[in-house]
């Protein structure tokens, strides 16, 4: 998500962690658990992980899943197959800031029919991503909270793991995010923590930066202002590159000084780990030559780590770089490189 120029320094540029993807319809969201799917993605074959291992849900319409209906259909068989790779994966929905209730009620409804958990992900505080890619967010503190009252009222009693606001606390850090706002945002998020993390199945991961930006001790502190010790958990290495065992180390040494908090790590596109050529300031965006990570898993291979996830879209661009749509688009062309073998 973020650029490095080394482990010690804070880099000067980051990804957007962000995707604001559409979210889809509630009449063409459900799946089924026996796997007879519905919707207008139907038509690719998705259904669900194993349950045992993957108890998260497969959207069956996704944006992926649609390009594989639609390579199968133009004959691309070969390309639709790699796309398949990305589409049978559950992937974060991420909440846009229209109709955040309908959203988080479609998304928790279909799978809860499916029998799985909705990964969502919220990603709309004010003053966002410093007016890079994502930049935005809510207009104020007020249009804030409402954003996520509307979430925990479209989750209510029904099964989910929310990814809470990717970069943050990070900018809080780097000084990226102006002085006379961090006030304002650690209110906000401590907030949107206790919000949350009162519904009675969902558990909430408060973003935690990635092994490439810094050191631990220069976050821990301000995670705890921001309220982690109140939530299940945090989360690393959002919309990034960096590899499973270096992720795992980083949360561990973060989990140490935040009480033993357990963390969540994206693995969706760090299977060849970060990119190390061109323009150290944009080797975050749509980085050339990634591959997929480790599928999504509540078994993994440390117990403080509860999940791998793929948070970030694998498929969606960064932002307009490296001939890129905006971010949050469908990049057709990146989408096969991440899925190749």
Known sequence: MYGSRGAATLSTRRTSAAVLGAALLLAGCSSSGDGEDKGRGAGAGITQQPKETDPFWVN????????????????????????????????GEWISPENPEEQARGFTEAADEAGRTALLVLYNIPHRDCGQYSGGGAADGDAYREFVEGVAKGIGDRSATVVLEPDAVLHLVDGCTPEQFHE???????????????????????????????????????LKRAGVERADGFAVNVSNF?????????????????????????????????????????RWCNPPGRALGETPTTKTSDPLVDAYLWVKRPGESDGECKGGPKAGEWYPEYALQLAQE
């Open 60 to 91: 069956p319409d996704g944006t992926a899943a649609r390009q594989v209906a639609s390579l199968a259909e133009a004959g691309k068989k070969d390309e639709a197959e790699r796309i398949r790779r990305i589409a049978q994966q559950p992937t």
């Open 184 to 222: 304002e945002r650690y209110a906000l998020l401590n907030e949107a923590v206790g919000k949350l993390t009162v519904l009675k199945n969902t558990k909430v991961y408060l973003d935690a930066g990635n092994a490439g930006w810094g050191h631990p001790d220069q976050i821990f502190d301000p």
């Open 242 to 282: 960096y590899p499973t065992d270096q992720s795992t180390a980083y949360g561990k040494q973060l989990s140490a000084k935040v009480g033993g908090k357990p963390f969540v790590i994206d693995t969706s596109r760090n299977g060849n780990g970060p990119y190390t050529g061109g323009d150290p300031d944009e």
